[in-house]
């Protein structure tokens, strides 16, 4: 996996987003000046052997693309890693830098386009030419991965080919995406459950279209799926307790391999 990130990080395959990327780097937001932005491909976060994926859409142009992080330095990351903490599946609630010493359990977040996108939209043919990406990740994790949630109509449709491109049998026609849409993904190394959630975007979690209860519960049922313990949301102090305790147990393991 390493030797992809580090391929990765370094495609510039598509001239609107490299350029983009790069602008948005120079430019930066006022409340970020003084930072150095990432401004290159976003590499997917979390353990190579995970159980469970989710699947975003593109990194944010000040969010992943400013830190270097899926997910990391803006709202739609605050309102997933809070409730992947909130199910025991990350050490801690907040994700602001990529040494904020945020860990996850079991869990990966990945994207079918991994550089910022103007307006956060990605034309079809940029999905598709970043798709080899998502299709070289997915059979990486192949022997582990037992569930995915994707977030959002956009996700979804990047995804399905890429499931089918890395070995799993997508039915025809092919499923729709809604919140809470589940399908069985055979072949593979292991049948895989597919979940549809709403994406984690500011529209839908300002207005409740996507609240932190229905994210939960999406990210609990997929996670029991994948064979992962998540956990039921529990007293600040209990959460802190666990997340402790898989830190624990993430570098024992980590000092094992
Ligand atoms: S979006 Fe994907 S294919 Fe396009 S430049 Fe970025 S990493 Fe490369």
Redesign the pocket.
């Known amino acids: 996996m390493r030797a992809l990130d580090r391929d990765?990080i370094r495609?510039?395959?598509?001239p609107r987003?490299?350029a983009w990327r790069e602008e948005v780097a120079r430019t930066k937001r006022a409340a970020f000046a003084d930072e150095t932005y990432w401004g290159r491909?976003v590499p997917g976060f979390g353990p190579p052997d995970a159980a469970l994926l989710i699947v975003g859409l593109?990194p944010a142009a000040h969010g992943g693309n400013r830190t270097g992080r899926m997910f990391t330095g803006d709202r739609s990351g605050d309102v997933l890693y809070q409730a992947l903490y909130d199910i025991g599946l990350a050490s801690q609630p907040t994700a602001t830098a990529v040494d904020d010493g945020l860990a996850l359990h079991g869990v990966r977040v990945t994207a079918p386009?991994?550089?910022a996108p103007p307006a956060n939209k990605?034309t079809p043919r940029?999905r598709d030419?970043?798709r080899p990406?998502l299709v070289q990740e997915l059979r990486l994790l192949a022997p582990t991965l037992r569930a995915a949630v994707v977030l959002g109509a956009f996700g979804w449709q990047a995804a399905l080919p890429a499931f089918a491109a890395a070995g799993w049998e997508v039915p025809r026609p092919r499923p729709a995406f809604g919140h809470g849409a589940r399908t069985t993904l055979r072949g593979g190394a292991g049948a895989l459950d597919l979940f549809g959630c709403f994406h984690v975007s500011q529209r839908n979690t300002f207005t409740g279209r996507l609240t932190p209860a229905m994210l939960r519960e999406i990210l609990r049922e997929a996670a029991t799926a994948a064979g992962l313990r998540p956990v039921a949301p529990q007293t600040q102090e209990q959460t802190q307790e666990l997340a402790q305790e898989l830190t624990r147990q993430t570098a024992q393991k980590g000092r094992k391999e």
């Open positions: 990765l495609c510039r395959r598509c987003l490299v491909p593109a386009v991994h550089c990605p940029e030419d970043c990406w």
